[in-house]
Nanobody
Framework: QVSLVESGGGLVQAGDSLRLSCAASGRSVSSLTMGWFRQAPGKEREFVAGISRTGTNTKSADAVKDRFTITRDNSRNTLYLQMNSLKPEDTANYHC???????????????????WGQGTQVTVAS
């Protein structure tokens, strides 16, 4: 069983930066394919960024490419999402997700993940 706890969300102004954290327990993050997803009110959950088990492959959604970076600290067993140049349209509840057997080719598909955190709210004011 894997437990995921997100933190780092908050209310910021457009153009600001935030770093989200996702602390994992129950399994090493180096054995997990992991991703960040977000969901705004009235919208479907959407993929933000993902990282492979080895940590050598990452993928970001076009909407956040060049602004958001996904990283992982194996020693802290924690996943991060560095978000720069935030825009009001980035406002959403951000969740991290993990799976022990997910192929990186499916990292963008939320239905394939077994474990989810409770989410952290990010609100970007214009």
């Amino acid at each position: 069983q894997v437990s995921l706890v997100e933190s780092g969300g908050g209310l910021v102004q457009a153009g600001d930066s935030l770093r989200l954290s996702c602390a994992a327990s129950g399994r090493s993050v180096s054995s997990l394919t992991m991703g960040w997803f977000r969901q705004a009110p009235g919208k479907e959950r959407e993929f933000v960024a993902g990282i492979s088990r080895t940590g050598t492959n990452t993928k970001s959604a076009d909407a956040v490419k060049d602004r958001f970076t996904i990283t992982r600290d194996n020693s802290r067993n924690t996943l991060y999402l560095q978000m720069n140049s935030l825009k009001p349209e980035d406002t959403a509840n951000y969740h991290c997700a993990a799976d022990a057997s997910l192929s990186f080719t499916r990292v963008t598909v939320p239905n394939f993940y077994d474990y989810w955190g409770q989410g952290t709210q990010v609100t970007v004011a214009s």
